[in-house]
């Protein structure tokens, strides 16, 4: 069963920094990509930054160039999104998915955890 279950959540003062974990299991991680979304109440999904695991293309959508780094540790089946100079903006609820990643963008997600709260007051 594939299963991704996102971690790291939290409230933050602006400016702030948070590390977001996406822990992966039942399927082949290293030939696959995993990509990371977002989603604020009344708003659509937005995409925000993908790792493709077998190539080691990223993408990032430009609201988040320059503040947010995607990594992945294969060990641990494991991907992170490292948050930094946080905005209220980015308040949203997180999610992690696979999906497919290039360099020049990243698709919609296919299988997905639940999400985890990221709030960032002013």
């Known amino acids: 069963e594939v299963q991704l279950v996102e971690s790291g959540g939290g409230l933050v003062q602006a400016g702030g920094s948070l590390k977001l974990s996406c822990t992966t299991s039942g399927f082949t991680f290293d030939a696959n990509a995993i990509g990371w979304f977002r989603q604020a109440p009344g708003k659509e999904r937005e995409k925000i930054s993908c790792i493709s695991i077998s190539d080691g293309w990223t993408y990032y959508v430009d609201s988040v160039k320059g503040r947010f780094t995607i990594s992945s540790d294969n060990a641990k089946n494991t991907v992170y999104l490292h948050m930094n100079s946080l905005k209220p903006e980015d308040t949203a609820v997180y999610y992690c998915?696979?999906?497919?990643?290039?360099?020049?963008?990243?698709?919609?997600?296919?299988?997905r955890g639940r999400g985890t709260q990221v709030t960032v007051s002013s």
């Open positions: 998915a696979l999906n497919w990643c290039t360099a020049q963008g990243m698709g919609p997600p296919d299988y």
